[in-house]
């Protein structure tokens, strides 16, 4: 069964506020939009560099 993780990080207010305001602009969650730029940096990183080859095993 493929699980999904999660992440807590601490950001301040002010970014919040903002990535708040930026997620509800485009329609998302701020979740959704943090997996949207999440997304975004790998498919650039991949762009760049190959892709990123993972062992079979799930972490």
């Not at 969650?29 to 730029?37: A, N, R, Y």
Request: hydrophobic residues 30%; aromatic residues 8%.
């Amino acid at each position: 069964m493929k699980r999904e993780k999660h992440i807590g990080f601490r950001i301040d207010n002010e970014l919040h506020r903002k990535m708040v305001y930026i997620a509800e602009y485009e329609g998302r969650s701020l979740t959704w939009q943090m997996v949207h730029l999440m997304q975004d940096c790998v498919r650039r990183f991949e762009k760049e560099h190959g892709p990123i080859g993972l062992p079979d095993q799930e972490q």
